[in-house]
């Protein structure tokens, strides 16, 4: 599955963006997907994640807990973050990732597709 992350840009402290995963190749119902985010000099970290299948069972970080929201459009083949009262520490790169193994976890290992990343940054 090859996935393309988008909706990344400049905003202003307590603003709002959603990014948008588009997947191609198998249907991204099939898998586990996440948003991880990585800032400049930072390690990659967890933001959410939603199961697989129609559920959508869905895994915030708590440092967005109550901020974003994962969510997923089977038919579309797409995730979505809507991200709101965004923050300065809320910069950086973000990138979408697909689970064949059907894992909605925090765990990166996990993840075997990644997109290319799209970056927001968060004036103050």
């Known amino acids: 599955v090859q996935l393309q992350a988008s909706g990344g840009g400049l905003v202003q402290a307590g603003a709002s963006l959603r990014l948008s995963c588009a997947a191609s190749?198998?249907?991204?119902?099939?898998?586990?997907m996440g948003w991880f985010r990585q800032a400049p000099g930072k390690e990659r970290e967890f933001v959410a994640a939603i199961s697989s299948g129609s559920g959508g069972t869905t895994n915030h970080a708590d440092s967005v807990k109550g901020r974003f929201t994962i969510s997923r459009d089977n038919a579309k083949n797409a995730v979505y973050l809507q991200m709101n009262s965004l923050k300065p520490e809320d910069t950086a790169v973000y990138y979408c990732a697909a689970s064949s193994i059907r894992y909605s976890g925090s765990s990166s290992r996990r993840y075997d597709y990644w997109g290319q990343g799209t970056l927001v940054t968060v004036s103050s």
């Open positions: 190749g198998r249907t991204s119902s099939s898998y586990g």
